[in-house]
């Protein structure tokens, strides 16, 4: 075995692995990589096909990105911003400023009190920028008497990240179980999961769920109640909604019809109540647009960002926000209404630097093209997926696709999770030179958006060859 394998095996504890697995084989260890392309400390080369876990966007060893992040190397690579500016982060915060602003209704339709999203509050990842926007969210709840004891309400499957306040709003039982004990409640409203929706009366069909359903928008119904019992039993609405845009990732892909979202935050909105749109997964380009929010026209009164902001090479985060909910946080020293909140590497000068190049390749016009072939590459490819009997679903979102694999199409019967049907496509798939993880029995590709059309030829063509594999195998 490889000495490098050796010492991860016997030092490294992998996050969401089954570890007693994990060291029955050698693991692959990456020490290379080149645009779609990683490469292994034996030579053999994959393509990304899950973007390293959703975070790359313009591939590995990004000459532009590489040099922004050189150039800032050579001025400072961190400070702190607790007491101190710099550089790269405020330039960053202005861009991003200029970004969310495309976001809701045009200009000429908006009201003077409608709020445009103008403060930034930088973090590492993921799970502490939701943190962040769940606890500016109960304090603007509490201090303005929207909800003495904030309450907050969330889809089915929510995924918003591994803290304890990110978990709590939450809902995918297999991971959030676990901690129950550690958690505080907070309420679920069923995702519009039309492939598996008990109101969808379609039969089965070789296309996405959400084409041919049939229902009554049934699961807004319920949205509806959910806001009318919590104030029947409260007597205030709810502190904060949170919900993943147009795609829930961790959940298994699970995509949002058209109009879903958009019917969902009027009545949200129309509760006063601030919601927070987690794009963590969606953000800087992945679903077609900067953001996915943009498809819906809708403006969140927080606006969640991490995983591509750097362009996948350095953990950072951001929390947008807009001045009704900073001046809650307004006031004398000493009444201390201050944020109390922070984190060492809070908007970090290489991050922050390696984020601003990465804005704007995705801004560029040959990005755009590049995105747009491969996006409608990506569905001719997927349709090809059809003629299998096992594919169930398959949900694409711009350059996202979730593929459920299920034991017969006609029935949808699913796989049972102990049969491991997604990991073991997903291990042959790694035999062929395909990286890529599933979620439960959903195979996932979401390609660098510098893939070449061949590139995503063969992750597909290797999805489809061990789908085969596997299942005759398991037949
Ligand atoms: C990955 C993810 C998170 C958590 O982000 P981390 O950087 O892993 O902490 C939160 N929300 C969504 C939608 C995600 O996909």
Redesign the pocket.
């Known amino acids: 075995m490889n000495p490098l394998a050796r010492l991860d095996q016997a030092h490294v504890w992998h996050p969401f692995t089954q570890m007693r697995d994990w060291v029955k084989e050698e693991p692959i260890v990456i020490v290379s990589g080149k645009g779609a392309w990683l490469e292994d400390v034996n030579g053999k080369k994959y393509l990304d096909a899950n973007s390293s876990i959703?975070t790359n966007l313009h591939g590995h060893g990004n000459r532009k990105l590489d040099s922004a992040l050189k150039a800032q190397l050579r001025k400072v690579a961190h400070t702190s911003a607790l007491g101190y500016a710099n550089e790269p982060a405020s330039i960053l915060a202005g861009k991003l400023v200029e970004l969310a602003s495309r976001l809701g209704p045009p200009d000429s339709e908006r009201t003077a009190t409608e709020q445009v999203l103008s403060k930034v509050f930088f973090s590492d990842?993921?799970?502490?920028a939701?943190e962040v926007a769940l606890k500016m969210a109960y304090e603007h709840a509490r201090r303005t008497g929207l909800s003495s004891k904030p309450r907050f309400l969330s889809l089915g499957g929510a995924?918003?990240?591994?803290t304890v306040g990110?978990v709590s709003v939450g809902h995918i039982d297999l991971f959030h179980k676990t901690y129950s004990g550690l958690l505080f409640d907070s309420d679920q409203v069923p995702a519009p999961y039309c492939y598996r929706c008990p109101y969808n009366k379609a039969e089965p069909e070789r296309r996405d769920a959400r084409e041919y359903r049939e229902c009554h928008f049934e699961c807004l119904d319920q949205v509806r109640q959910k806001l009318q019992e919590q104030k029947r039993s409260f007597g205030e609405p709810y502190g904060a909604f949170f919900v993943?845009p147009l795609m829930q990732?961790?959940a298994g892909m699970i995509a949002q019809p058209k109009g879903w979202l958009s019917a969902v935050v009027e009545m949200i909105e129309a509760e006063g109540t601030p919601w927070v749109a987690?794009e963590?997964?969606t953000g800087f380009g992945r679903t077609g647009t900067t953001f996915a929010c943009e498809q819906e026209n809708v403006r969140p009164d927080f606006l969640v960002l991490?995983?591509g902001m750097t362009g996948g090479y350095l953990?950072m985060?951001a929390t947008l926000t807009h001045q009704k909910i900073f001046e809650v946080f307004l006031g004398e020293y000493e009444e201390f209404k201050t944020f109390f909140h922070g984190h060492s590497y809070t908007g970090n000068q290489l991050g922050s630097a390696v984020a601003l190049a990465s804005l704007e390749i995705l801004d560029s016009e040959g990005s755009r093209e590049n995105r747009q072939k491969l996006q409608e590459e990506m569905t001719q490819l997927l349709a090809g997926l059809w003629a299998l009997e096992n594919v169930g679903d398959i949900r694409q979102v711009g350059l996202i696709a979730g593929i459920e694999l299920v034991k017969d199409w006609r029935t949808r019967e699913p796989f049972r999770l102990e049969e491991k049907v997604g990991i073991r496509v997903c291990k042959a798939m790694s035999n062929r030179g395909v990286l890529t993880r599933p979620v439960g029995n959903v195979v996932v590709l979401m390609p660098p958006y510098v893939t070449r059309p061949s590139e995503l030829k063969k992750m597909v063509q290797s999805l489809r060859e061990s789908v085969e594999e596997v299942v005759r195998t398991a037949a």
């Open positions: 959703w990842d993921g799970s502490t939701m995924y918003h990240g591994d990110a993943e990732g961790a987690d963590v997964m991490a995983k953990p985060a």
